[in-house]
């Protein structure tokens, strides 16, 4: 029986190492890694009230937002680069965690979903491309400022060619 519960503490182990970085926000519910769990463990890094923010000062506000423009500039170069076409604009809002090395730990979107004029969705193997090219951009990627501790970035987007 000891021998049963430590397959399935390693069984659990590797299926929590093994979840994909970059995932939808309703894919996140459905695992231990939702926004609500992560938001617990990562601050925000901008917040109106600045006791609660990881930035603080301008400047430091201002290279955090430098750093995030240009994750979004180099995400959208890798795209083009990986032959990933959008074919039209697409709303779009990402919660991206940080670890506090620069390291981006967990990246999740969720795509505004037009329900009275589906065609202007993505489609379902666009959403599979895009997820195996953000998991493989977020992979080694080094966000351009560190911190005293994790952080969490968010923001509308607007994805396009």
Known sequence: MKRFYVF??????????AQPKAMSFDEAKKTLFSADVLDKKYKSALHSDEQLAVFKTEKDQEQL?????????DFGVFLKKNDFVWEK?????????????GKIDYFLYHFNVN?????KNLTSEQMRNFKRLLNSFIRDYK?????QENFAQCSPVVYKD
Not at 9 to 16: A, G, H, I, Y
Not at 65 to 73: D, E
Not at 89 to 94: A, I, L, T, Y
Request: charged share 20%; hydrophobic share 45%; aromatic share 20%.
């Open 8 to 17: 399935l503490v390693l069984l659990f182990s590797f299926f929590c190492y």
């Open 65 to 73: 937002i430098a750093a995030y423009t240009k994750l979004l500039q």
């Open 89 to 101: 604009p697409h709303r779009c809002f990402n919660r991206i965690y940080i670890s506090k090395e």
């Open 115 to 119: 329900e009275h004029e589906p065609e």
């Open 143 to 147: 966000f351009g400022v560190t911190a």
